[in-house]
């Protein structure tokens, strides 16, 4: 272990957070608390430590509690409280919250008596500055952003911040990255690493895991404790690549993919179709041993949405046509399952495809996303409209009716889409309408759906 720096380390405890839901310092990851783990790392760096919080808050700690001596709450009173009582002039400022920081990159910062470059916290703060700390809690700025101006980059993995259970599971992923051997590196795709329309709380955490052995994370579903307590755990297809991923759903509420890929399949999940613009949107890496942080970065470039050509248009148009008199055939039997899953399956997945031509050749800079994402949202409003009437309950009447409903919606989209694309619309729609009447006639003005 190197030498412990002559500084004071001062843990910010903090309180209880709204947004994780209980006190931060108390949560576990790896087998301590995160406010074990923070008064563990200072002392492996400086040579005094403090911890700074509310002794209001009644936190049950290991360790001394400095109270900062107001009922406000924000970190500027833990540094100033703690810069009070430090015995060294110098101080690094550690919030319980970072738990991936190590002590290398603290003395790091230390030496260059500077902050890293997302933000004031972990940082370098001396007693010199208190005055002007003062000051500024005196203006009601409570901000620490611009009081040390010193910048110092680190390795943007170390950083992570602990705000909500999600953050929480990231953390401890990442931990586990790094300690064990065959796991190369994790990264974060989909909602919680996008810039644009961000991840609420109903979105799950998309986490691929690099591995020397894929199958061993295949056979054996245990390492998956290691990050909460599991209430679901189960293997499917992953759309990343000809993969398989699992699915975890812990008791807290957070649920997480782990697409389970080999090392070498970094560039060919790079290049699979649509992945750039994937990655595009935003990810995060928070464990890279094998570079695949700069393969991802050459890859995350928008895929242009080009507009179908008549080859493309006629094949999408063959299959829907197709599927609906074969669904009618099946509900014509009586296999009202069958039916419906075709309309309310296959039929609509061909659907979405003529919903987003349709919406790019109204609006060339129209957004339509992947697989119907935020689809409310670019989809003609009147198609949209039309949508709602178009999904079926499991009773043979309705699906015939859904089934007609969704046959208008996509002529109707079909004939204007080729009217701007300049295409020929080479199906009769009239016989094909015929065909399917003759096997399920549209109840929609009729009484009875067959004689």
Same mark, same amino acid.
């Given at each position: 272990?190197?030498?412990?720096?002559?500084?004071?380390?001062?843990?910010?405890?903090?309180?209880?957070?709204?947004?994780?839901?209980?006190?931060?310092?108390?949560?576990?990851?790896?087998?301590?608390?995160?406010?074990?783990?923070?008064?563990?790392?200072?002392?492996?760096?400086?040579?005094?430590?403090?911890?700074?919080?509310?002794?209001?808050?009644?936190?049950?700690?290991?360790?001394?509690?400095?109270?900062?001596?107001?009922?406000?709450?924000?970190?500027?009173?833990?540094?100033?409280?703690?810069?009070?009582?430090?015995?060294?002039?110098?101080?690094?400022?550690?919030?319980?919250?970072?738990?991936?920081?190590?002590?290398?990159?603290?003395?790091?910062?230390?030496?260059?008596?500077?902050?890293?470059?997302?933000?004031?916290?972990?940082?370098?703060?001396?007693?010199?500055?208190?005055?002007?700390?003062?000051?500024?809690?005196?203006?009601?700025?409570?901000?620490?952003?611009?009081?040390?101006?010193?910048?110092?980059?680190?390795?943007?993995?170390?950083?992570?911040?602990?705000?909500?259970?999600?953050?929480?599971?990231?953390?401890?992923?990442?931990?586990?990255?790094?300690?064990?051997?065959?796991?190369?590196?994790?990264?974060?795709?989909?909602?919680?690493?996008?810039?644009?329309?961000?991840? &609420?709380?109903?979105?799950?955490?998309? #986490? @691929?895991?690099? *591995?020397?052995?894929?199958? %061993?994370? =295949? $056979?054996?579903? /245990?390492?998956?404790?290691?990050?909460?307590?599991?209430?679901?755990?189960?293997?499917?297809?992953?759309?990343?690549?000809?993969?398989?991923?699992?699915?975890?759903?812990?008791?807290?509420?957070?649920?997480?993919?782990?697409?389970?890929?080999?090392?070498?399949?970094?560039?060919?999940?790079?290049?699979?179709?649509?992945?750039?613009?994937?990655?595009?949107?935003?990810?995060?890496?928070?464990?890279?041993?094998?570079?695949?942080?700069?393969?991802?970065?050459?890859?995350?470039?928008?895929?242009?949405?080009?507009?179908?050509?008549?080859?493309?248009?006629?094949?999408?148009?063959?299959?829907?046509?197709?599927?609906?008199?074969?669904?009618?055939?099946?509900?014509?039997?009586?296999?009202?399952?069958?039916?419906?899953?075709?309309? &309310?399956?296959?039929?609509?997945?061909? #659907? @979405?495809?003529? *919903?987003?031509?349709?919406? %790019?050749? =109204? $609006?060339?800079? /129209?957004?339509?996303?992947?697989?119907?994402?935020?689809?409310?949202?670019?989809?003609?409003?009147?198609?949209?409209?039309?949508?709602?009437?178009?999904?079926?309950?499991?009773?043979?009447?309705?699906?015939?009716?859904?089934?007609?409903?969704?046959?208008?919606?996509?002529?109707?989209?079909?004939?204007?889409?080729?009217?701007?694309?300049?295409?020929?619309?080479?199906?009769?729609?009239?016989?094909?309408?015929?065909?399917?009447?003759?096997?399920?006639?549209?109840?929609?003005?009729?009484?009875?759906?067959?004689?």
């Amino acid at each position: 272990m190197a030498d412990r720096v002559a500084a004071t380390g001062i843990l910010l405890v903090g309180g209880v957070s709204e947004r994780f839901g209980s006190p931060k310092a108390l949560a576990a990851i790896a087998g301590e608390t995160l406010a074990e783990r923070g008064w563990r790392i200072l002392h492996e760096t400086c040579d005094e430590v403090l911890a700074v919080g509310k002794a209001s808050d009644g936190i049950e700690l290991p360790f001394p509690l400095l109270d900062d001596g107001t009922d406000e709450h924000a970190p500027v009173f833990g540094v100033i409280a703690g810069l009070r009582a430090a015995r060294h002039d110098v101080a690094l400022v550690l919030p319980v919250d970072c738990p991936l920081v190590t002590p290398d990159a603290l003395r790091r910062l230390l030496e260059a008596g500077a902050v890293p470059q997302t933000g004031p916290l972990p940082g370098v703060y001396t007693s010199a500055l208190l005055p002007e700390l003062d000051a500024r809690v005196a203006r009601d700025e409570l901000s620490l952003r611009g009081v040390n101006e010193s910048v110092l980059e680190l390795d943007e993995t170390l950083l992570l911040n602990v705000n909500t259970r999600n953050d929480l599971l990231l953390a401890a992923v990442a931990d586990w990255a790094r300690a064990t051997e065959d796991v190369r590196a994790v990264v974060l795709v989909g909602s919680h690493a996008r810039r644009d329309t961000p991840a &609420d709380r109903w979105s799950d955490l998309d #986490l @691929l895991l690099f *591995l020397d052995e894929p199958e %061993r994370y =295949v $056979d054996d579903d /245990a390492w998956v404790a290691r990050f909460g307590s599991p209430v679901l755990t189960f293997l499917e297809p992953t759309s990343v690549g000809d993969r398989v991923e699992r699915r975890v759903l812990y008791d807290d509420g957070v649920d997480v993919d782990f697409p389970l890929l080999p090392v070498s399949s970094a560039r060919e999940v790079a290049g699979l179709p649509g992945v750039g613009t994937v990655l595009s949107r935003g990810y995060r890496v928070l464990h890279d041993e094998i570079g695949v942080g700069d393969v991802l970065a050459n890859a995350a470039v928008p895929e242009p949405a080009e507009p179908p050509d008549a080859a493309a248009f006629a094949q999408l148009a063959t299959d829907f046509w197709h599927h609906a008199l074969w669904a009618a055939k099946k509900l014509r039997r009586g296999e009202v399952f069958t039916a419906i899953s075709c309309l &309310d399956g296959y039929l609509k997945w061909r #659907l @979405l495809t003529m *919903l987003e031509w349709h919406a %790019r050749v =109204v $609006d060339p800079t /129209a957004d339509t996303w992947h697989d119907g994402r935020f689809l409310e949202r670019w989809a003609d409003p009147g198609a949209l409209a039309a949508l709602e009437r178009a999904y079926a309950h499991y009773d043979l009447r309705d699906v015939a009716r859904a089934l007609w409903e969704t046959i208008d919606l996509f002529q109707g989209l079909e004939e204007e889409t080729a009217s701007r694309l300049g295409l020929a619309v080479h199906l009769d729609h009239p016989d094909l309408r015929r065909r399917i009447g003759e096997v399920v006639p549209d109840p929609r003005p009729a009484s009875t759906l067959w004689p």
